[in-house]
């Protein structure tokens, strides 16, 4: 995802999750998590910027205690990110936010109702964006006669300010909902879901530490059933808003991955070694571990949910593959500059989604920060980035952004291109 204020909200993705509840109690005042969280589904909504951003998250009891699971629903199905690290003090739950550094703190506002705030942690300045919910099913999509259509792949250009970047956007309909993503050069927005209601247009997501909504209304001149150009707003978090453009395009397509981010003249190889996540180790791709096989390097942050995305896939991918000479190395760029801080944040990652490889502590989550740390990159543009060595220790590859499974095809892609990459290089 693209490194520039609440973008990546840092726009910005634990276990040891400690799960539990106060027992409720007339004397103390106390209300307990269970009490306040109904088992089944509810409805969400943020309030960000003037608008009202839904989420959905569904309450379940598991081993005598409530797990949420917040809901995206996008292209390829549905993502179920489950947080279980909730307790209770006073009147009030605070359910943390699956691997972020981010929480619900919420409170009763009549049966089945909860008012409180989003509250992120990490951002640069901690803030908390006002909730409510509601227990209750999704509401039923009602077919529409006529309702203009906006399938398709469209070329889209986003402004900040003085600044423009290109995007890709991938929009599915069905009557009147549609599910989408829009893919950057520095990663993808995501599971997207929202409605075309007439001519306008509302797409979001709420994955614990990126708040987006999408807004966009048909601007063509002659009124078609197929809409064919869009004008917009996109609201990130608190206080982040950029407007955009789209104009239906089937050969609209990003620049190459493979091309963005690349080694400075003279440079072949990478010289670090920093501190594991393991307290007195240190990693380097010049370790004996490293000598003579495949290496990828991940530049990631526990907080960037792009990175968790790629994360979802190396994984188990380095588990069934460790054993052809391939080793992956994560290089963590964290919100805290502390060591202790910055990892216990990645060792709680490592944990809740199983990571089996190498985890180091590299810097800050700035693009000057891997820059510094690692002088050999020339444009280093986002997390993540991934970079593939050959058995000499060689850098062969480097890749800009993941393309996540929120994107459809675009992640067969992202994935396959991946495998291809590594086993060029085994078989070298």
């Given amino acids: 995802m693209k490194v520039i204020p609440l973008v990546l909200l840092g726009a910005g993705l634990l276990a040891g999750c400690h799960s539990g509840t106060s027992t409720s109690s007339a004397e103390t005042g106390t209300t307990s998590a269970a009490t306040l969280l109904t088992p089944g589904p509810w409805r969400g909504e943020l309030a960000i910027q003037g608008q009202q951003l839904p989420f959905l998250f569904e309450v379940k009891t598991e081993g005598g205690k409530p797990v949420v699971y917040l809901i995206n629903k996008g292209l390829n199905g549905e993502e179920r990110l489950r947080c279980d690290e909730i307790s209770a003090a006073g009147d009030s739950a605070t359910i943390r936010l699956h691997v972020f550094d981010a929480a619900l703190v919420v409170r009763a506002d009549g049966k089945d109702k909860l008012k409180g ?17 509601e227990a209750g099913e999704p509401l039923v999509p009602i077919p529409i006669k006529d309702t203009p259509y906006l399938n398709g792949t469209w070329n889209v250009t986003f402004r900040d300010g003085e600044n423009t970047y290109p995007a890709v956007g991938i929009f599915q309909q069905q009557d ?13 927005y995501r599971y997207l879901s929202g409605k075309l209601i007439g001519q306008h247009l509302r797409l979001s997501t709420f994955d614990g530490s990126h708040a987006f909504l999408f807004e966009a209304n048909d601007n063509s001149a002659k009124r078609e059933i197929q809409l064919k150009s869009l004008t917009g707003d996109f609201y990130s978090g608190k206080s982040g808003h950029e407007t955009w453009t789209a104009t239906l395009d089937p050969k609209a397509k990003l620049p190459d991955a493979d091309t963005l981010t690349y080694l400075k003249k003279g440079e072949s190889r990478l010289n670090f070694k920093f501190p594991s996540v393991v307290q007195g180790g240190s990693i380097s791709p010049t370790d004996p571990k490293y000598r003579g096989k495949v290496v990828v390097i991940q530049v990631l942050g526990s907080w960037c949910p792009n990175c968790m995305d790629e994360t979802k896939f190396l994984a188990p991918w380095y588990e069934k593959n460790k054993a052809r000479g391939v080793e992956i190395i994560g290089l963590g760029y964290e919100r805290m500059p502390e060591y202790d801080q910055a990892a216990a944040r990645l060792r709680q990652m490592k944990e809740r989604l199983n990571v089996g490889y190498d985890l180091a502590v590299a810097g800050v989550s700035n693009k000057d920060s891997v820059a510094k740390s690692m002088p050999q990159l020339a444009k280093f543009l986002a997390f993540p980035t991934t970079i593939f060595l050959d058995k000499k220790g060689v850098v062969r590859t480097i890749h800009t952004g993941f393309s996540g499974p929120g994107t459809g095809k675009y992640y067969e892609e992202e994935t396959a291109r991946f495998n291809r990459t590594v086993d060029k290089l085994l078989k070298e």
């Fill in 176 to 188: 009147n909902q549609v599910t989408g993503t829009f893919l950057t050069s520095t990663g993808d």
């Fill in 117 to 133: 705030t989003w509250v992120k942690y990490d951002a640069k300045t901690p803030y908390r964006v006002p909730l409510t919910a």
